[in-house]
C-alpha cells in the first residue's frame, strides 16, 4: 500500500502532506497531553467537585461561544493567523495551570476554549485551501484526513496518555508537568507553522455574518424536523460524553485514591480506536442500517454510564483510601 502511495502520488504533495501531519500530530499531542490531569490538577490545588465543575463549565462555555465565529474570523484573517493564535491561546492556558488561584484558572479555562474552537477549525480550513490552491487532486485530500485521524485522533493520543502518565508518575514532576510539556510541542508546532505554512483566507464573496448564518441554521432546525431530531440527539450525546470528561476521575477515585490517570486515558483512547475499527466493520455491512447502528451505540453508551451508579450504589467504592491504589469498585468501571 505504501509503495503504490509513492508511485502514484508526487513528491512535493507527500512531503505537503507530511509537514500537515506533523503539525497536526504536535497540536494534538498538546491538547491530548493535558487530558488526564485537567480535574486531577484541580483536586491537588484543594478545589471541590462544584469549584471544578465551574471550571469546566467555562471551558466548555467558553469554546462554544467562541466556536460560532472562529471560523468566520479565520477566513477574514487568515488560516495561518488562526493556527498561531491557536498555539498562543493554549501555550497560555498551560501557564496558568502553575498557579492555583481560582481566578487565574479560570482565565486559562477560557484560553483553552477558545483554543479547542481554533483546533477543530483552523487547521482542517487551512488543509483544504492549501490542497486545492496547489493544485492537487481531489481524492488526496480524503487520505490525508484519514491518516491525520489515525494520528491524531489515535496513536497521539495513546502516546500522549502513556508520556503524561511517565512524567507525573515515574518521574515525580508532579500534575502541572503534562501541561508544561504540552506547551513545548505547541511551541514546536508554532514555529513550524510561522517559517513553513502560507497564509490562504476565505472567499470574500460569502460575506454571510455570524447573525445570518443563525437565522440560517434557525430556519432549517424550524423547517425540517429531520435537523431537529439530528441535532437533539447529538447534543445529547455529546452532554453524556461532557459529564463523562469531567467526573471520570472523581468516578475511580472517590476517596482520593491515586489511580493513573494517564495510563487509565491511554486504555481509553485504545479502546476508541478499537471502537472505530469496530464501527466500520459493522458499518460496511448491507444489511445494516444507520438507524439501526445508532439505536446500538445509544444503548450501549447508556450501559456503560450506567455502571458507576450501580457500583457506587452496591457499596464496591467505599473502601479506598486517600493515596491508596484503585478500589475494587474502580477497576469494574475500568471493565466498563
Given at each position: 500500500m ?19 501531519l ?20 484541580y ?68 484560553f ?27 481524492e ?29 508518575t ?24 510561522m ?40 447534543s ?86 486517600r493515596g ?13
Amino acid at each position: 500500500m505504501g509503495t503504490r502511495e509513492k508511485v502514484t502520488m508526487p513528491q512535493n504533495f507527500m512531503a505537503f502532506r507530511n509537514s500537515y501531519l506533523f503539525v497536526y500530530s504536535l497540536m494534538m499531542a498538546g491538547d491530548w497531553l493535558q487530558g488526564p490531569y485537567v480535574y486531577a490538577l484541580y483536586q491537588h490545588y484543594g478545589y471541590t467537585t462544584g469549584d471544578i465543575g465551574k471550571l469546566f463549565i467555562a471551558g466548555f462555555g467558553s469554546s462554544m461561544i467562541f466556536g460560532t465565529v472562529v471560523g468566520s474570523m479565520a477566513d477574514k484573517y487568515g488560516r495561518k493567523n488562526a493556527a498561531l493564535t491557536y498555539v498562543v491561546t493554549y501555550i497560555a492556558s498551560c501557564i496558568t495551570k502553575h498557579w492555583s488561584d481560582y481566578g487565574v484558572l479560570m482565565l486559562g479555562r477560557f484560553f483553552g476554549g477558545i483554543a479547542t474552537s481554533l483546533l477543530f477549525t483552523a487547521f482542517e480550513s487551512w488543509l483544504v485551501a492549501e490542497h486545492f490552491k496547489r493544485g492537487y487532486e481531489a481524492e488526496w485530500l480524503d487520505k490525508t484526513f484519514a491518516k491525520a485521524i489515525f494520528l491524531g485522533n489515535g496513536l497521539v493520543s495513546i502516546v500522549s496518555g502513556l508520556l503524561a502518565n511517565y512524567l507525573v508518575t515515574d518521574m515525580s514532576l508532579g500534575p502541572v508537568a503534562p501541561f508544561d510539556a504540552a506547551a513545548v510541542f505547541l511551541a514546536i508546532g508554532g514555529v513550524v507553522i510561522m517559517f513553513s505554512w502560507t497564509e490562504n483566507k476565505g472567499d470574500n464573496s460569502d460575506n454571510t455574518s455570524v447573525q445570518q448564518g443563525m437565522k440560517q441554521a434557525y430556519e432549517a432546525i424550524k423547517n425540517d424536523k429531520k435537523v431537529f431530531y439530528l441535532g437533539a440527539m447529538q447534543s445529547l450525546f455529546e452532554a453524556s460524553m461532557y459529564s463523562f470528561v469531567f467526573l471520570w476521575t472523581p468516578a475511580l477515585g472517590p476517596n482520593g485514591e491515586d489511580i493513573p490517570h494517564g495510563m487509565i486515558f491511554a486504555t481509553m483512547m485504545v479502546a476508541c480506536m478499537v471502537g472505530s475499527s469496530v464501527a466500520s466493520r459493522i458499518m460496511s455491512r448491507s444489511d445494516m442500517k444507520v438507524e439501526r447502528y445508532m439505536q446500538l451505540v445509544f444503548f450501549a453508551s447508556a450501559a456503560s454510564l450506567a455502571v458507576p451508579v450501580l457500583v457506587g450504589n452496591m457499596g464496591f467504592m467505599t473502601e479506598g483510601e486517600r493515596g491508596g491504589s484503585m478500589t475494587f469498585g474502580g477497576r469494574i468501571q475500568m471493565l466498563a
